[in-house]
T-cell receptor, first 114, second 114 residues
Framework: DAGVIQSPRHEVTEMGQEVTLRCKPI?????LFWYRQTMMRGLELLIYFNNNVPIDDSGMPEDRFSAKMPNASFSTLKIQPSEPRDSAVYFC????????????FGPGTRLTVL | QQQVKQSPQSLIVQKGGISIINCAYENTAFDYFPWYQQFPGKGPALLIA?????SEKKEGRFTISFNKSAKQFSLHIMDSQPGDSATYFCAASVGETSGSRLTFGEGTQLTVNP
């Protein structure tokens, strides 16, 4: 099993540009989570999907952030326009939709907004 | 209500010593308490987990102690090794209703000196 795949692994962009982060969950997993990790705020849940449907997006910082899951094998997190305070490591995780199941994290995307 | 408080923020232990990380929660509906381990440049990975029907769970050198009345749980790493140096996150969920969604603590950066 290839695990959760995220791309790109590193992204450097300038303030105001659009950024799209991509995630491929583990095959057979039907819950998908997007997290942001910073030194100041730790690991924050941004949004999660069950069976491709967004369940809770209360962690999305503001309207500049959007996430989609068009099918069971692909999800995107988009920031438009990006700002320096968005600089962080963004993780995608997936799991089987069932109680007490382990979340499997991807390697993360390190985003730097100049 | 949904927060999980973790301490200490950082911990330095000598090789062979015991590392202890503590977490406290408020939501009495939480019924699943995993610990995740994160190495630099990697995503978090499940280390060990406990349900509140037991007060302790041990896997090798790692032990979770759970105190339901105090709403606290802790991770003990016996015979700590330099390879244990990582960031540790406690987490909690209401497994029956939230599936695999987790609320994470702030994280503890553990350094084990040789």
């Amino acid at each position: 099993d290839a695990g959760v795949i995220q791309s790109p692994r590193h992204e450097v962009t300038e303030m105001g540009q659009e950024v799209t982060l991509r995630c491929k969950p583990i095959s057979g997993h039907n819950s998908l989570f997007w997290y942001r990790q910073t030194m100041m705020r730790g690991l924050e849940l941004l949004i999660y999907f069950n069976n491709n449907v967004p369940i809770d997006d209360s962690g999305m910082p503001e309207d500049r952030f959007s996430a989609k899951m068009p099918n069971a094998s692909f999800s995107t997190l988009k920031i438009q326009p990006s700002e320096p305070r968005d600089s962080a490591v963004y993780f995608c995780a997936s799991s089987r939709l069932a109680s007490y199941n382990e979340q499997f994290f991807g390697p993360g995307t390190r985003l730097t907004v100049l | 209500q949904q927060q999980v408080k973790q301490s200490p923020q950082s911990l330095i232990v000598q090789k062979g010593g015991i590392s202890i990380i503590n977490c406290a929660y408020e939501n009495t509906a939480f019924d699943y308490f995993p610990w995740y381990q994160q190495f630099p440049g990697k995503g978090p990975a499940l280390l060990i987990a406990i349900r509140p029907d037991v007060s302790e769970k041990k896997e090798g050198r790692f032990t979770i102690s759970f105190n339901k009345s105090a709403k606290q749980f802790s991770l003990h790493i016996m015979d700590s090794q330099p390879g244990d140096s990582a960031t540790y996150f406690c987490a909690a969920s209401v497994g029956e209703t939230s599936g695999s969604r987790l609320t994470f603590g702030e994280g503890t950066q553990l350094t084990v000196n040789p």
